[in-house]
């Protein structure tokens, strides 16, 4: 089955401890993103990654990083976490930006204390 | 500066009403416009545009693009309790922007 896995679903962890939300897909998408939602605000995009070793900054990239080392995998880290990152946040996968829809993994709710 | 808006941003009908969503953009190096609904988390997708004055459409959902004037529209005709949801349109560059959302509320 096609899909974007996202773990862990549900995060609650305390200001400052170094935390890493994975992403893999399954479809060899060239390009992945991650986005975050907070109420009245939409999805924002974080930061995302055309190919490999190829990613660039989205809306609101402070406080984030990825890495892209392999097609499938697309994990954001947060080296410090504050209660401002407290999100719901979404990854993403799709061949080229524009061709294809995108397809989004179920969702990880962050919350920091 | 690049941005989506969308309106409304609620809208509540009653089942059998006909809506209307709009989606305008003002940005750059365009590349298509993607409809999502989204329930209770990862968002679905609806309709991907391209070419302006092309209409897709998906049983009761239909939308159009107009890349002169920089807009879509979203429409659900004879809503149902089962269309409640916040819809989403995002405009695809490198990047993806998506608009506030609109939340539909549809009534028995």
């Known amino acids: 089955e096609a899909q974007v896995t996202q773990n862990p679903r549900y995060l609650i962890t305390v200001t400052g401890k170094k935390l890493t939300v994975t992403c893999s897909q399954n479809?060899?998408?060239?390009?992945m993103s991650w986005y975050r939602q907070d109420p009245g605000l939409g999805l924002r995009q974080i930061y995302y990654?055309?190919?490999?070793?190829?990613?660039d900054k989205g809306d609101v990239p402070e406080g984030y990083k990825v890495s892209r080392k392999e097609k499938r995998n697309f994990p954001l880290i947060l080296e410090s976490p504050s209660p401002n990152q407290t999100s719901l946040y979404f990854c993403?996968?799709?061949?080229?930006?524009?061709?294809?829809?995108?397809?989004f993994g179920q969702g990880t709710r962050l919350t920091v204390v | 500066e690049d941005k989506v808006v969308q309106s409304p941003l609620s809208l509540v009908v009653h089942e059998g009403d006909t809506v209307t969503l709009n989606c305008s953009y003002e940005?750059?190096?365009?590349?298509?416009l993607l409809w999502y609904k989204q329930e209770k988390k990862a968002p679905t997708f609806l309709f991907m545009l391209?070419?302006?004055?092309i209409e897709k459409k998906s049983g009761r959902l239909s939308s159009i693009l107009d890349k002169k004037e920089l807009f879509s529209i979203l429409n659900i005709t004879a809503t149902q309790t089962g269309d409640s949801a916040v819809y989403l349109c995002?405009?695809?560059?490198?990047?993806?922007?998506f608009g506030a959302g609109t939340r539909l509320t549809v009534k028995p």
């Open positions: 995002a405009v695809v560059r490198d990047d993806m922007r």
């Open positions: 391209t070419s302006s004055g």
């Open positions: 479809m060899n998408h060239e390009y």
């Open positions: 990654s055309m190919n490999v070793e190829v990613t």
């Open positions: 993403a996968s799709s061949t080229r930006p524009g061709n294809t829809e995108a397809f």
């Open positions: 940005v750059t190096n365009f590349r298509s």
